[in-house]
């Protein structure tokens, strides 16, 4: 038989035991002989305390009321005992709490882990509740753009967020005069609330859009070093 490996679970909070019961299910389709029993004990191998105390008292005593037999009594105990009573409820009101406190990428990854314990969410439900907890010109480009889709919309966050982390690096950007001498000022970030118009000439093409076309100023970002 294949010898497969699984990964831990531990019972904590926020741990989604459907998914590990998926990821199990997935290693015993490249064993499909592999019987109950051996399911059972492999999926107890992969418990961590606190779950594995509650492996051992479902276990060890075969007159305990809650003793389990088949694998699919496994399952179902397991989800009784670690589910939270309403882990859709639960999920759900995570998910009107989470909001984009870094990168998008992180956000949206945080966003799609909480989407798998509510199915009950339609595109439509994660399309708004996915927008609405980006950060403000993030969310603000994705509004415009108008994507039909949530996957649609998190590539126009990642895109927009990968080219905002780049452009807002600090640069030099050199002109020179007649006599061979740098006279251009460097750039440098900027502490004021107010539009900046001539940074924009420095700005990437893409940003230069989004502060024309989305009515948005983002050209405050910098602005010329005196």
């Known amino acids: 038989m294949t010898a497969l490996t699984f990964d831990p679970f531990f019972g904590r909070t926020g741990e989604n035991i ?33 779950a594995k105390v509650w492996y051992t008292s479902v276990r060890e005593d075969e007159q305990h009321p809650e003793y389990v037999r088949t694998w699919e009594q496994f399952k179902e105990s397991m989800c009784t005992y670690f589910n939270p009573t309403n882990p859709v409820r639960l999920a759900r009101d995570q998910l009107a709490e989470l909001s984009q406190k870094g990168i998008v990428r992180d956000y949206t990854a945080a966003f799609r882990h909480l989407c798998s314990q509510a199915p009950d969410l339609n595109e439509a439900e994660k399309l708004d509740r996915y927008t609405r907890g980006l950060k403000q010109q993030t969310k603000l480009t994705v509004f415009i753009e108008d994507p039909r889709s949530f996957d649609m919309a998190c590539r126009i966050a990642e895109t927009f967020d990968s080219t905002m982390n780049t452009t807002r690096r600090p640069n030099m950007v050199q002109t020179f005069n007649h006599n061979g001498g740098d006279v251009t000022p460097p750039l440098r970030r900027s502490h004021s609330n107010g539009p900046q118009p001539h940074a924009e000439r420095w700005m990437d093409p893409s940003l230069r859009a989004v502060v024309h076309n989305y009515g948005h100023d983002l050209s405050h970002e910098y602005t010329l070093q005196p």
């Open 18 to 50: 459907k998914s590990w019961q998926f990821g199990l299910e997935q290693m015993f389709a490249l064993a499909p002989n592999c019987s109950d029993l051996y399911k059972i004990t492999a999926a107890g191998s992969a418990l961590r305390s606190p």
